[in-house]
């Protein structure tokens, strides 16, 4: 039988949540928003929600890098762009697509990033 306990809430988000993911060390969660925000949640501790803000519209994907420090988040204001996890600062942009980006990754060694979108392209990018 499936475990349907609810061990918290987390509430911040103005409007919809549109994608989360769990840190590779599973002790923070990013997500984003139809707000426009990237968020990190600590659950379990008392560290208090960080926000990034930085789309200039809703937030379709955020994951981390293989070794934590980085965020990848794409939009659909056309763009991909990674942040620095510990200062919250905007580290690079990624600017190509003709359309909505809704998904984007890390390669497991970091020095390529992987994009794709309403404008059916996939574009891989030197990091």
Known sequence: ???SKRNLDLDGH???CTVLNFAPNDNVIVSGS??????????????????????TAAVRSVS???DAN????????KSVKIWDVNTLKFK?????HTNWVTSSD?????????SG????KVMVWDV
């Open 92 to 96: 690079s942009s990624y600017i190509g």
């Open 34 to 55: 139809y707000d426009h925000l990237i968020k990190l949640w600590y659950p379990g501790t008392a560290t208090k929600t960080k926000t990034i803000k930085g789309h």
């Open 106 to 114: 890390f390669s497991g060694d970091m020095t390529a990033i992987v």
């Open 70 to 77: 980085l965020i990848l988040s794409s939009s659909d204001d």
């Open 1 to 3: 039988m499936a475990n």
């Open 64 to 66: 981390f890098s293989p």
């Open 117 to 120: 979108g309403e404008d059916k």
């Open 14 to 16: 103005t409007k919809k």
